[in-house]
């Protein structure tokens, strides 16, 4: 191995403000979104739309597609400052924005939410592994074999494959991974919907109810409520990592009018995904409807196929979990630059030649970093490693504050959209509304942990 000091890292070709130049289209603004939402959320729609019911159930679904557009359309428009400066990260537009105290608050929820979102991928991550090995178990031993196997390895061998993944320099370098991440969600999202669909021709009827799944009381159907709202809710929203996307994007056109064409689209096919798997998951199995479609064993046949679609969801996890971590990792790095301008630790790279491999570039700040951040979620993990409730717990905390409360003030500070105003009613009316939505889907899913764990 040879290692030669280098005191910069090349970045080719840059824009005129000294960054990596944008290359980003359309397509590959599409491909970024759709990895970023078709993730692990996808595949507990099915029970969310069983506790919901065929009433409350697609409503929910559609709703917060309409929501998360909303999002989307305000916060692309804060890109771009009245005087064009770019915001290249959903802090740099707070900070712009709402002052530098906000900017601290909105700190802590998105790294959280990040954090929390990688500690989800790699319990996800973990299951679909396990079922490919309990679906070959159930098909030469029989449905009604133990087939019982631990998480523990499959969540070490995934924090394995991600130590190395994490050294990705950062997302102007992932368009590939975003790419195959979206194609194996599309997959496996078809697959669910497919075995949903021809689970319900082989019964010969539509199972479930307009109120949903019985409950022993009226309080637990509201806690099973309210973690669903938080399922969707985290199935969804993608805004903190909307302007890092838009930031990816070739200018002409608008970075802004690409990312609100971009964002229409996958909100469309994802939404139409998650009508297909929500409600067709529901429609096969009723109040025996599984946490996860395709990993809780509603499905045992055609054992290949199951495989292959857990298959998908580790590949597309390998990707979501680098969408989600890359931000933090530029928040931290660049706080750590700033702090310590002449650290050869932090600010030196070296350059890398393995035999048969091209050189790369490390930077010992970047290792050390990264490695303790996929080693913290991946133990995370171990401790809570329940699917369902952790999902509802990270999209309830996520939605209001970042996909709605913070784009609403940015878009009324850039807009200059005045108090008691009918554009400033509607939009405070909206985002009371969505706070409701989280509080109660807090509540539900922090129950739900929390008798998980110690019930």
Not at 246 to 261: I, R, V
Not at 326 to 338: D, G, L, S
């Amino acid at each position: 191995m040879a290692v030669q000091h280098s005191l910069e890292l090349d970045n080719g070709s840059c824009d005129d403000d000294g960054h990596p130049a944008r290359t980003g289209t359309l397509w590959s603004c599409v491909a970024h979104i759709i990895t970023a939402v078709i993730g692990s959320g996808v595949l507990s729609l099915a029970w969310s739309t069983s506790q919901l019911g065929w009433l409350a159930g697609p409503i929910a679904l559609l709703i917060f597609a309409i929501i998360t557009y909303l999002s989307a359309f305000l916060l692309s428009d804060c890109y771009r400052t009245n005087d064009g400066t770019r915001n290249k990260s959903y802090m740099d537009a707070v900070r712009m924005y709402l002052g530098r105290k906000r900017t601290w608050m909105c700190a802590l929820l998105q790294n959280l939410s990040l954090y929390g979102t990688d500690i989800a991928y790699v319990i996800t991550t973990s299951t679909s592994m396990r079922a490919i090995q309990k679906s070959n178990c159930y098909h030469r031993e029989g449905h009604k074999a133990a087939c019982s196997y631990g998480d523990t390895s499959y969540m070490l061998l995934f924090g394995g494959v991600q130590v190395v993944m994490s050294q990705i320099p950062d997302f102007h370098n992932m368009e590939w991974l975003s790419v195959v991440a979206a194609i194996m969600s599309f997959t496996y999202s078809f697959i669910g919907f497919g075995l949903g669909f021809a689970q319900v021709i082989e019964n010969g009827r539509i199972q479930g109810s307009i109120t949903g799944v019985p409950a022993d009381s009226v309080a637990d159907k509201l806690w099973l409520v309210f973690q669903a709202l938080g399922d969707i809710a985290f199935a969804y929203p993608y805004s903190i990592i909307l302007l890092e996307i838009q930031d990816t994007l070739k200018s002409p056109p608008p970075e802004n009018k690409t990312m609100k064409t971009a964002s229409m689209i996958a909100i469309f096919v994802t939404t139409f995904f998650y009508l297909c798997c929500g409600c067709f998951g529901y429609a096969a199995f009723g109040n025996n409807t599984p946490g996860n479609l395709l990993t809780g064993f509603g499905f045992y046949e055609p054992y290949w196929l199951i495989d292959f679609a857990n298959a998908c969801i580790v590949l597309h996890l390998v990707g979501g979990y680098q969408i989600f971590s890359q931000p933090v990792f530029a928040f931290v790095e660049r706080w750590f630059t700033n702090k310590f301008p002449n650290s050869g630790f932090v600010n030196n790279f070296y350059t890398i030649k393995l035999p048969l491999l091209p050189s790369f570039q490390m930077n010992p700040l970047k290792i050390c970093f990264r490695t303790a951040y996929v080693a913290s979620t991946t133990v995370i993990a171990m401790i809570f490693p329940y699917f369902n409730q952790v999902l509802g717990v990270l999209g309830a905390l996520n939605f209001w504050p970042l996909a709605i409360y913070f784009p609403v003030e940015m878009y009324f500070v850039q807009k200059k959209i005045q108090p008691w105003t009918g554009k400033w009613v509607v939009l405070r009316s909206f985002s009371f509304f969505c706070l409701l939505v989280s509080i109660v889907g807090l509540i539900g899913s922090i129950e739900g942990l929390i008798s998980a764990k110690f019930g």
